[in-house]
């Protein structure tokens, strides 16, 4: 099925105003505000310039942003913001996704912004490297961006994720089994391994008032078929699991889940550091042949905390492989079981690494460099 824009007005002459501190886009503008009030945070010292590249989908939740951003009367010209790029990817997964992106760099050009587009095979990289098509897609645009932003001089990315897109994730995490990391969710601020500030302005407000700002306004934006899809796991918590809980639980199921990943950001914030402190304490790292095997005294793993140990040999595994791409609970639970056994010369088999016990020292390997063992210990 063909899909279009859906608006009220002509993409090249929509010019609504946010209306300041008045009327419908009140929440949005205040929350796209205070994120810029803390913009000096956002820049390097050496970042050149004080150019931002916001991600631009075309979608409504961008659209509300890049409008409040750059629309007139909006916040950059009330605040004599930062330049403004606009950045959209086309994921090639549907046949409209390239009139969308025609459609991302109209918008933006009658507001006077640059849009930058590219294209990538997101099924492609899926397939190749075993991810989800979303999860798959979230690094492309990722990627995307982080090339954008290096070739515009741009330390500073804008998404606009929502509170309702936080408090989905939150759910989404508590069903995969996540501790306080998975919980957290989406920062506000964050720093990317990419080089990138991501910020997040809208993170504190809910679709229902990006929707009636975006309505109200008249500003058109392009709707994702693929948001009714009931086969992706977001878009059933979306269309069942949040109505359920404001309808039986609490009213305002959104901003409590934001809250709970917020105080949980904190905690794991607190933990890192105790963690990072007890790491540099009791672990070796040995870096040989460009790889690195990380060591334990196995007496200190078994006499921490649990809370501490997981996340002790969590940061043994990512120093080992690089990233902790399909580590999951269980194999950080397999890895400390072989320290409780106690049994010299037995190792466990995990994603990339093996763990190998021996003269009471745990050795957290990449998987390469040990002989095979099998998940439950050998």
Known sequence: MRMGPRTTRDPEVSRASPQGDKGPGRPVVAAVREALAAGLDWFP????????????????????????????????????????????????????????????????????IEC???????????????????EAGRLARLDFLAEIARERRAATVLLGHTLTDQAETVLLQLARGA????????????????GLVIVRPLLSVSRTEITRLVTEAGWPFYPDPTNELEGFTRNRIRRQALPLLRDSVNPQAEAALGRTASLLRDDEEWLSEITSERFREVASVVE?????????????????????????????????RGDLRRIGAVHIEAVLRLVRAGRGGSSVNLPGAVARLEQRVLTVSPAQQAPGGSADGS
């Open 116 to 134: 930058v587009s590219g294209r990538q095979d997101v099924r492609g990289r899926a397939h190749r490297e075993g991810r989800s098509i979303e």
């Open 288 to 320: 040989r042949g460009g790889s690195a095997s990380v060591r334990f005294p196995a007496a200190a793993l078994g006499a921490a905390h649990p809370a501490l140990a997981r996340r002790l040999v969590r940061e043994g595994l990512r120093i080992a």
């Open 179 to 194: 501790g306080s990391l998975g919980l957290g969710a989406m920062a506000p601020v964050r720093n990317d391994e990419r």
């Open 45 to 112: 010292d050496d970042a050149g310039n004080r150019s931002v590249l916001v991600g631009f989908s075309g979608g409504m939740d961008s659209t509300a942003l890049l409008h409040v951003l750059g629309g007139p009367g909006g916040v950059r010209e009330r605040a004599g913001g930062p330049a403004l790029l606009a950045a959209h990817l086309d994921h090639g997964l549907r046949p409209d996704s390239g009139e969308q992106a025609r459609f991302a760099r109209t918008v933006a050009s009658s507001l006077g």
